[in-house]
């Protein structure tokens, strides 16, 4: 089970951290991800980390504002988000691959969170 936490409403260009505790299984094999999904838009990829922690991928507009690490002693991963913009307000689901050690793009995912709302005003 992944359980998200964090979110909330913050000024454009302020920063926001999010968490996702997993429970059950640890997740230290398994590439995790973050994705989002705008009111009337598809879910999106946001980013991944590999399962060491020792890689990342990121879409392009969230390159360089952010980051995503993890914790595989806590079985926990989170989403260092900064420089937010309006356009990053959505439901953000934290995800598990459904493979071990193994990845090869965002539809290896295959377990999700509940979600949490980001709301950035202008």
């Known amino acids: 089970q992944l359980v998200e936490s964090g979110g909330g409403l913050v000024q454009a260009g302020g920063s926001l951290r999010l968490s996702c505790a997993a429970s059950g299984r640890p997740i230290s094999r398994y590439h995790m991800g973050w994705f989002r999904q705008a009111p009337g838009k598809e879910r999106e990829f946001v980013g991944a980390?590999?399962?060491?922690?020792?890689?990342?991928y990121y879409t392009d507009s969230v390159k360089e504002r952010f980051t995503i690490f993890r914790d595989n002693a806590k079985n926990t991963v989170s989403l260092q988000m900064n420089s937010l913009k309006p356009e990053d307000t959505a439901v953000y689901y934290c995800?598990?691959?459904?493979?071990?050690?193994?990845?090869?793009?965002?539809?290896?995912?295959?377990?999700w969170g509940q979600g949490t709302q980001v709301f950035v005003s202008s």
């Open positions: 980390i590999n399962w060491s922690g020792t890689g990342t």
């Open positions: 995800a598990k691959s459904r493979y071990t050690y193994y990845y090869t793009g965002p539809r290896d995912f295959g377990s």
